[in-house]
């Protein structure tokens, strides 16, 4: 599956964003989706993940009540809204898909990545 993720950008602390990625090639409904973040010198971290059907949605605890997952199937799209953005979120956020039952927090049972899309907040 390719992944083109969209919609990164610069805004003022308490902003908010929204970001997009879009889904090629397989059957999207098939697949669990991810967001990632990676801030300068930083590994890569799980930001939020969502369930084929939508139904069950995990939250880092850093995002948690701010930011919210969603997808649209039938678009072929997984959607995060950041709200409430604070400098500490600045970063690249990238996109990723797994084949699985299972909702995946881990970055390394990810197997499809997007190209990434930087959000840069200013206090």
């Known amino acids: 599956v390719q992944l083109q993720a969209y919609g990164g950008g610069l805004v003022q602390a308490g902003g908010s964003l929204r970001l997009s990625c879009a889904a090629s090639g397989r059957t999207f409904s098939d697949y669990v989706m991810g967001w990632f973040r990676q801030a300068p010198g930083k590994e890569r971290e799980f930001v939020a993940a969502?369930?084929?059907?939508?139904?069950?949605?995990p939250y880092a605890d850093s995002v948690k009540g701010r930011f919210t997952i969603s997808r649209d199937n039938a678009k072929n799209t997984v959607y995060l809204q950041m709200n409430s953005l604070k400098p500490e979120d600045t970063a690249v956020y990238y996109c990723a898909a797994v084949r699985s039952t299972v909702v995946l927090t881990s970055r390394y049972t990810y197997n499809y990545w997007g190209q990434g899309t930087q959000v840069t907040v200013s206090s």
């Open positions: 969502i369930s084929w059907g939508g139904g069950r949605t």
